[in-house]
T-cell receptor
């Protein structure tokens, strides 16, 4: 089982839709969690960290479920500009806090 | 100006050639990383360095070497390039925060093609 797994998609949604992605991780000792956004042929950029209590940044909400070992990203009111690949990343002290990245979930928002 | 820069941005080379990819950063971060990204395989760690005197192998270091010339510079070398090293290569940096993982800041990437 891969350490960090994501559904590659693509998720194809209309503008204004709400869409959610999950990311499962296998290391129960994982301590730090992130979502990155990557546009086609560009570098990944941090979208948001994921905190234990969950956190929100505008239309984006990230949550952590330690019991089931997954993190989620919810995007409300999708915009065309949200079209990208979303990478989750998970880190633990045992791995020197170096994130392990999932393969990414592709989102396409259409008019 | 970009905080993390990579040169070259694109490179086409032939099998057996030696290639060096360079990374510079102005963020003042101690930690630097090299990743490669292949379609369907995501980002995989090649080497990382937590300071100038610290070099560590990542998940896929075979066929690669690195040099940390200064806090701001971390170069990746392919001593004898082979076609399956064709990929998008990213350099990244992160601060050294106590007690947790760090946000990674990526360079724009180098697209390498080995013929």
């Amino acid at each position: 089982r891969k350490e960090v797994e994501q559904d590659p998609g693509p998720f194809n949604v209309p503008e204004g839709a709400t869409v959610a992605f999950n990311c499962t991780y296998s290391n129960s000792a994982s301590q730090s969690f992130f979502w990155y956004r990557q546009d086609c042929r560009k570098e990944p950029k941090l979208l948001m960290s994921v905190y234990s209590s969950g956190n929100e940044d505008g239309r984006f909400t990230a949550q952590l479920n330690r019991a089931s070992q997954y993190i989620s990203l919810l995007i409300r009111d999708s915009k065309l500009s949200d079209s990208a690949t979303y990478l989750c990343a998970v880190a633990s002290s045992g791995g020197s806090y170096i994130p392990t990245f999932g393969r990414g979930t592709s989102l396409i928002v259409h008019p | 100006d970009a905080d993390v820069t990579q040169t070259p941005r694109n490179r086409i080379t032939k099998t057996g050639k030696r290639i060096m990819l360079e990374c510079s950063q102005t963020k003042g971060h101690d930690r630097m990383y090299w990743y490669r990204q292949d379609p369907g395989l995501g980002l995989r760690l090649i080497y990382y360095s937590f300071d100038v005197k610290d070099i560590n192998k990542g998940e896929i270091s075979d066929g690669y070497s690195v040099s940390r010339q200064a806090q701001a510079k971390f170069s990746l070398s392919l001593e004898s390039a082979i076609p399956n090293q064709t990929a998008l290569y990213f350099c990244a940096t992160s601060p050294n925060l106590a007690g947790g993982a760090d946000t990674q800041y990526f360079g724009p990437g180098t697209r390498l093609t080995v013929l």
